[in-house]
């Protein structure tokens, strides 16, 4: 017999992310070069607490959990209007878009990366039509940004990677 108070949560799922995280962290971490004076191993007790702390934690998140109620949470998600799949996609972009901003940064200079971030994310929040727009403010905020940095703080932003 089903039971038709089962409300959705996602703490099967949480959990599991809890558990996979601090085990691949923990592995990260403990793969790092060790100090070369002192104890060697005194960096990276904090890390490798914070990856036990996030094993126990999925542990009992779990444990506690109903993997009934957190499939019953990933069919409502499945099953969810246009508009919310539409803004958790404007999400997705923006964490993809982000990474790839990181990933860039140094490789490209400061004002290409963040011209190219910039027009996405303004590209993603204000729509197609509007590109011209965006191609203004992403050249004017990332050069305008560069100048300040650069020019009247004296602090070094990564360079163009064909000028400097």
């Known amino acids: 017999m089903e039971n038709k108070n089962v409300r959705p949560n996602w703490d099967a799922f949480t959990g599991l992310f809890g558990i996979a995280f601090g085990l691949i962290y923990g592995y990260m971490t403990y793969s790092m070069p060790r100090a070369a004076f002192g104890n060697p191993m005194d960096p990276l007790y904090f890390p490798l607490g914070v990856s036990a702390v996030s ?46 901003y990181a990933l860039v940064f140094e490789h490209l200079g400061y004002v290409i990366s963040t011209f190219l ?7 993603i929040t204000s729509g197609k039509e509007s590109w011209k727009k965006s191609i203004i403010i992403a050249i004017l905020f990332s050069v305008g940004i560069y100048f300040v940095f650069s020019t009247l703080l004296s602090i070094s932003l990564p360079p163009l990677p064909f000028g400097e």
């Open 55 to 100: 094993v126990l934690i999925g542990i009992l998140l779990l444990v506690k959990s109903d993997f009934k109620s957190s499939v019953l949470a990933y069919k409502n998600l499945i099953n969810e209007d246009a508009s919310k799949k539409n803004d958790r996609r404007r999400i997705l972009y923006t964490c993809l878009i982000s990474i790839g």
């Open 117 to 123: 971030f910039m027009f996405s994310m303004l590209t």
